[in-house]
């Protein structure tokens, strides 16, 4: 018996005093009808008794409160439900959070022990004699070139008992302390975190591990780590060459893997390998890997050109079924990337444990957690697509640009004859697999008739530029670098004739607008549709045409944890088939020496918040500051071009020109997005034909204060330094303009370059008529003459338009004239306001002083930045 306002079901009968009691079939009914409108209204509530007799005697307001309660309960489950699996987690991390706290102590202990033995043997050392001491050091010495492992035939029984020791020496490094594991900087270890992230410290070559909790089953788990090639970016290919069973009803396998090159200053490695798979005793799955060397013995594979045969040492995955579901992994991975064969400059990539953790170690755990929420989370997102089809087409871009960059003769390429100077390379494929889809495929609405790819790429490297902020300024600023005739062309919708090859950048650039398609979990890799407006003009097409591309961002968020920046890109079809040929072109910045601060949360592998609300610690969308950890990377450059093969020498020439054209842009971009000029503001680059910062900004505000009789910023005693410092800190937008026919922005401080989506080197070539589209622009532009003979105007709420295409709207707005120490007009300056808090007192003050001047209506204030969403048609 239960009161109305928590009436319960289960009983036979209906009492009509304070208590109520259902039958099962009026429940049944109730349930039924919640599953269809869990919060119904009151006159659905009348509704559902009229249409459902066995109701009919029941009071609507019990009806109401059942409805409660049931809702409720619901809740109560949804609550319990997760609070059992964040529980499971909790005592699974628990576990293995005090598993890895045994094998410190145990490393602990060792390294006391090997002290106290180190220190006995210094002391014995400095009692002997000399000829003591050198023949226990050349003794010593004798010892260590010993080989660990005597050499072995190639018999079944010599690969299986490589494979069982290559087991015992795998666990000893996954839960022992055969390696000296400490913690990977800047990657703290916890309850909500992806793992725990430890980088080997004083062993042979390079060696990464994790330990971390994945939603998948053991046997899954293992399935998806053995297709390397799904989550290895940087993989070419696995061949299995031979499979053996063993007696523990283990499986021995021989492998020939290829792995790409990340640029083109380094040579492609390749490794052949031995690998393990066995379940324990404890019924863990044990997937363990071995390189076959001659120290070793076993079947030889012999050296592929231009591979460099790599090593890898006892590595793999160590897989733990979970109670309630999941598993709990080891991941380990030691290799000897033979660094003497890349230049030295790059030799920190091959060297650094840190690189291999992140690039390897931590995109196998990243693999597994974005299978998981998949398969947790089912949903069809991006334009209808299913999750596995987008990983498909981002693995395709990655994979295409990375054969681009690499260029191996057995996939068809060959190189090009050098015009005279060797800073870019030019390939050219014509083998049939590579045009397949090509030549029959329609892009953009042309036939495609080409029968030939061809590959310009060149490298460079970078000093003080932070990779993720030069990737992102060229995602979101195309103009500054590309040349639209020629993305056509690369396109495949024109036909190529020797007229059709431009080398420079004509008439204006069509706008882009970038279309979101999907992420990652962890917001590390973007896809997404590129919609390059009226690029199509040339002889067959008399009206503009829309070009698409499919873009693949990685490494651009301010909170990435990778070990590069990529932006790949591929022309599409408007139609954009799940099978659409793809001829991927792009950049890719990789670090060279990465510092990772161990206090920054954006280094932080925490991912709770970012699960929930969004990345930790992340900055605005226009936020170009980025992450300066590192002043040295290389940029490595590869665009491919659909050809007829006649025109070979004519798109060879073009595409050289190209890339040179590409490299002076960037080059020209990382010194305007260096610290020193955003940080240093003494260093701010003027254009040509303007005084110096620091006179410039004096000019700014003593017209400014002779005009209005108030200051734009407050007065300091640090001279014309510190003025200028607070001019480009101003909380609101400051843009000069030039005195010319039509009026060209030559000045912003952060505020206007943020709002404007600019840089000051991109700035002198935004008109005025491009900032302003609405009637504020008109009066501004019309106000010039005023503004010159007055010296002071002011303008009511508008919206002025960003280099990306996006509306801005700013409260209120100033102009004024600025005079020069001669008194000649300078320029005008003019100051967009968007605090209405903040400024509301200082305009009501320049508009008493001002005569002649209404104070204008205040507009609603709305967002920064605001767009409006568009789809492909």
């Not at 002290?115 to 002997?128: E, K, P, S, V």
């Not at 510190?722 to 480009?728: Q, R």
Request: net charge neutral; charged share 20%; with cysteine.
């Amino acid at each position: 018996m239960i009161p109305v306002t928590s009436c319960k079901e289960g009983k036979m009968g209906i009492d009509q005093g304070k208590y109520v009691r259902y039958t099962p079939e009026q429940v049944e009914a109730l349930e039924r009808l919640y599953h269809d409108c869990p919060k119904p209204s009151s006159l659905r509530r009348q509704q559902l008794i009229r249409e459902c007799p066995i109701l009919s005697n029941i009071d609507p307001k019990q009806i109401k409160v059942w409805f409660q309660n049931r809702r409720c309960r619901e809740k109560q489950r949804k609550e319990a439900a997760q609070l059992q699996a964040v529980n499971r987690k909790l005592t699974a991390m628990n576990k293995l959070l005090m598993e890895e706290n045994d094998r410190l102590q145990k490393q602990v202990s060792q390294l006391v022990y090997e002290n106290g033995y180190f220190r006995q043997q210094t002391q014995n050392t400095a009692l002997a004699t000399t000829d003591t001491s050198c023949e226990s050091v050349v003794t010593n010495g004798q010892h260590h070139l010993t080989p660990q492992h005597p050499p072995r035939d190639a018999s079944p029984a010599g690969v299986i008992s490589i494979a069982e020791e290559t087991l015992s020496e795998f666990l000893s490094k996954a839960t022992g302390t055969a390696v000296e594991w400490v913690q990977m900087p800047g990657m703290k270890p916890g309850p909500d975190s992806i793992g725990i992230i430890a980088i080997s410290h004083g062993c042979t070559g390079v060696a990464a591990r994790a330990c971390g909790l994945v939603g998948l089953e053991p046997t899954k788990v293992a399935e998806i780590l053995k297709d390397r090639v799904s989550w290895f970016r940087e993989c070419r290919s696995v061949d299995v060459i031979n499979v053996m069973p063993t007696a523990n009803n283990g499986i021995i396998e021989l492998l020939y893997m290829q792995v790409y090159a990340p640029t083109t200053l380094a040579p492609a490695r390749d490794f052949w390998l031995v690998r393990y798979t066995s379940v324990l005793e404890d019924r863990s799955l044990v997937v363990c890997e071995r390189s076959l060397t001659s120290m070793l013995g076993g079947p030889s594979m012999p050296l592929v050109q231009p591979f460099v045969r790599a090593e890898m040492m006892p590595s793999g995955y160590l897989i733990r079924p979970c109670e309630g579901g999941g598993s709990v992994i080891h991941i380990v991975h030691h290799l000897d990337l033979e660094p003497w064969s890349v230049p030295e400059v790059l030799r920190p990539l091959y060297e650094s444990s840190i690189v291999l953790a992140q690039k390897t170690t931590l995109a196998a755990l990243r693999h597994l957690r974005q299978i998981a929420h998949e398969i947790s989370h089912p949903s069809i997102s991006g334009w209808g697509r299913q999750p596995t089809v987008l990983r498909a087409l981002s693995q395709r871009l990655s994979r295409g640009f990375n054969e681009a960059v690499n260029g191996f003769a057995d996939d068809g390429w060959s190189m090009v004859t050098s015009d005279g100077i060797d800073d870019v390379t030019v390939s050219v494929n014509s083998s049939s697999s590579k045009m397949m889809g090509l030549n029959l495929g329609i892009i953009n609405g042309f036939a495609s008739t080409r029968s030939c790819v061809l590959c310009a790429k060149a490298s460079m490297l970078l000093q003080n530029i932070s990779p993720p902020m030069l990737l992102k300024f060229l995602r979101e600023h195309r103009s500054e670098w590309a040349d639209r005739n020629i993305d056509v062309y690369s396109a495949a919708a024109v036909k190529a004739t020797p007229w059709a090859l431009p080398v420079s950048r004509t008439g204006c650039y069509g706008g882009q607008v970038i279309l979101p398609l999907a992420h990652t979990l962890d917001r590390e890799d973007f896809l997404e549709v590129i919609k390059l407006e009226n690029i199509g003009h040339n002889q067959e097409t008399l009206t503009p045409q829309d070009l698409y591309l499919l873009q693949l961002c990685n490494g651009v968020d301010g909170n990435a944890f990778g070990t590069c920046s990529e932006l790949i890109f591929a022309p599409i079809d408007a139609s954009f088939a799940d099978e659409a040929p793809l001829l991927p072109s792009g950049f890719r910045v990789i670090p060279l020496d990465l510092k990772m601060d161990p206090t920054s949360p954006n280094r932080t592998l925490d991912l709770a918040s970012v699960l929930e609300v969004g990345p930790t610690g992340s900055q605005a969308s226009n936020d170009y500051s980025g992450n300066c950890g590192s002043t040295k990377s290389v940029m490595t450059i590869a665009f491919q071009f659909a050809f007829e093969s006649h025109l070979q020498e004519n798109v060879a020439s073009m595409a050289r020109q190209y890339i040179r054209n590409i490299i002076a842009s960037v080059q020209r971009l990382a010194l305007a997005l260096s610290p020193s000029c955003l940080g240093s503001h003494v260093d701010l680059r003027i254009p040509p034909g303007n005084p110096e910062a620091v006179t410039l900004a004096h000019w700014i505000c003593h017209s400014y204060r002779a005009h209005s009789g108030v200051e734009l910023v407050k007065p300091s005693t640090d001279g014309n330094d510190s003025l200028l410092k607070m001019l480009w800190h101003h909380s609101d937008a400051i843009i000069c303009y030039s005195m010319k026919t039509i009026p060209v922005s030559t000045f912003a401080n952060q505020a206007g370059l943020d709002m404007l989506e600019t840089t000051l080197v991109a700035l002198q070539d935004i008109t005025l008529e491009k900032i302003f589209v609405d009637q504020g622009g008109k009066t501004l532009f019309t106000e010039f003459p005023h503004i010159i003979q007055q010296g002071f105007v002011c303008f009511q709420a508008g919206l002025c338009i960003s280099s990306m295409g996006r509306p801005v709207s700013y409260e209120r707005a100033v102009a004024w004239k600025v005079l020069d120490d001669e008194d000649n007009v300078h320029c005008i300056c003019s100051i967009l306001l968007r605090m209405l808090a903040r400024t509301q007192a200082r305009l009501r003050y320049y508009f008493l002083r001002i005569p002649n001047k209404v104070e204008p209506t205040i507009a609603t204030r709305g967002g920064w930045l605001s767009s409006s969403p568009i789809s492909l048609p």
